[in-house]
């Protein structure tokens, strides 16, 4: 039996191809809602025939679960996390922090609003996006965190609920934006060193202390 080769040109084609599919979906996705887009309507947008589409995405969820892996940076996820477990725990959370929120961009944002509400009234879909992207985003988080915790340079009851609620904080911030909040859209650009010094420090309160404001 003759080893199949790769062809790095036809890798670098072919990601190319499925980039531009993915390029497309999110504009129309933004466009007419999820409901409303078809394959084809994504064909006509990508410049490819509707088949074309068909060659990279099974259907129509499996295109939409694309466009959210790509929104969660799934391809470069396991990389990340193998750099964490080379830096301390601090500058790997604020370079990360800074890092995903500033890829959250207007056009990521617009895109999930559209999804993220088909997700809430498809549990079908819903349980794919957990499967598929959610769960593996764990489980290579939580690698780097177990980690930090045994070697006594974090501190956690749970690694496991520690990323859970890293990544809730994540998107209950978007989830506020997408809500129109005009002083986080105004101020989007200094959340990660918010977030990261709440990660990090949390409020920083003593209960019951009398404590000189900050000057």
Request: hydrophobic share 50%; no cysteine; charged share 20%.
């Amino acid at each position: 039996m003759t080893e199949a080769t790769h062809d790095p040109i036809q890798e670098l084609v072919a990601a190319a191809r499925r980039a531009q599919i993915l390029d497309a979906a999110t504009a129309v996705f933004i466009e007419k809602g999820l409901q409303r887009t078809t394959m084809r309507d994504v064909a006509r947008a990508a410049g490819v025939s509707t088949g074309t589409i068909y060659n990279y995405f099974l259907n129509k969820e499996a295109l939409v679960l694309g466009v959210l892996d790509r929104v969660n940076q799934g391809q470069r996820r396991a990389a990340d996390f193998a750099d964490a477990l080379a830096a301390d725990p601090a500058t790997f959370i604020r370079a990360y922090t800074a890092q995903r929120l500033s890829h959250l961009s207007a056009g990521s944002i617009d895109v999930l609003r559209v999804i993220l509400a088909e997700l809430l009234v498809n549990p079908a879909l819903a349980q794919s996006y957990v499967a598929q992207i959610i769960a593996p985003t764990f489980a290579i988080a939580e690698q780097p965190f177990a980690a930090w915790r045994t070697a006594g340079a974090l501190h956690t009851r749970d690694p496991r609920l520690a990323t859970r609620a890293m990544a809730g904080a994540v998107l209950g911030l978007l989830l506020i934006r997408m809500l129109g909040d005009p002083y986080l859209e105004e101020h989007w650009g200094e959340v990660s060193d918010v977030l990261s010094d709440l990660m990090l420090h949390g409020l920083d309160v003593q209960e019951g202390a009398d404590r000189e404001p900050p000057a």
